[in-house]
């Protein structure tokens, strides 16, 4: 059955600092992995996906990800955190193109001025 | 492109009602979801639709849950006899299954608080 686990469900970090979000997940076969955002009150947003073609995704927002097969992770970094990225992230599988999402727990980003 | 909408945004209900929520996916997206998202935690998934047909149930969707997707556009999750533990978020996507995306577009979600 798949699985994700988000390490960590608050993390603070200076304004200006590299962002890292761990993800580790459990899935049978080649994962679909995703990371959205969701910021207060609003609906989630795809940052980023791998679908098994390049190992490191960049997505929006200066946010990339890179799956780590024999980790099973897929950990979100950016490299200069800025105020606006403060919001809940999720990391997500799923087993087939257009299946069911499968979500972690979240991880709510601060950011400290 | 308008986005997936969903009506109401928020409802307030008794122990015991019934309630209906409705979702309108992205024009021509023919699968659409619904999830839950409760307190702290992540969306859980709870059925889904290819075109008309619900092709997935969770056995988080209770006897009490009923989805349906007539026509295959719009989608209404109805919950019978509402519990206290249905107080939710409740979620609708869509994807244009069959063109290869794999990413599903999310709505604002419908927050329903049980009395």
């Known amino acids: 059955a798949q699985s994700v686990t988000q390490l960590g469900s608050h993390v603070s970090v200076s304004e200006g600092a590299l962002v890292l979000l761990r993800c580790n997940y459990s899935s049978s076969v080649p994962p679909y992995l995703f990371w959205y955002v969701q910021y207060p009150n609003q609906g989630l947003q795809l940052l980023l996906k791998y679908t098994s073609a390049a190992t490191l995704v960049k997505g929006i927002n200066g946010f990339e990800a890179e799956f780590k097969k024999s980790e099973t992770s897929f950990h979100l970094t950016k490299p200069s955190a800025h105020m606006s990225d403060a919001a809940e992230y999720f990391c997500a599988v799923s087993e087939r193109r257009d299946d069911k999402i499968i979500f972690g727990k979240g991880t709510r980003l601060h950011i400290l001025p | 492109d308008t986005g997936v909408s969903q009506d109401p945004r928020h409802k307030i209900t008794k122990r015991g009602q019934n309630v209906t929520f409705r979702c309108d996916p992205i024009s021509e997206h023919n699968r659409l979801y619904w999830y839950r998202q409760t307190l702290g935690q992540g969306p859980e998934f709870l059925t889904y639709?290819?075109?008309?047909?619900?092709?997935?149930k969770s056995r988080l969707l209770s006897d009490r849950f009923s989805a349906e997707r007539p026509k295959g556009s719009f989608s209404t999750l109805e919950i019978q006899r509402t519990e206290q533990g249905d107080s939710a978020m409740y979620l609708c996507a869509s994807s244009p299954a069959g063109s290869g995306e794999t990413e599903q577009f999310f709505g604002p979600g419908t927050r329903l608080t049980v009395l």
């Open positions: 639709f290819q075109n008309e047909a619900q092709l997935e």
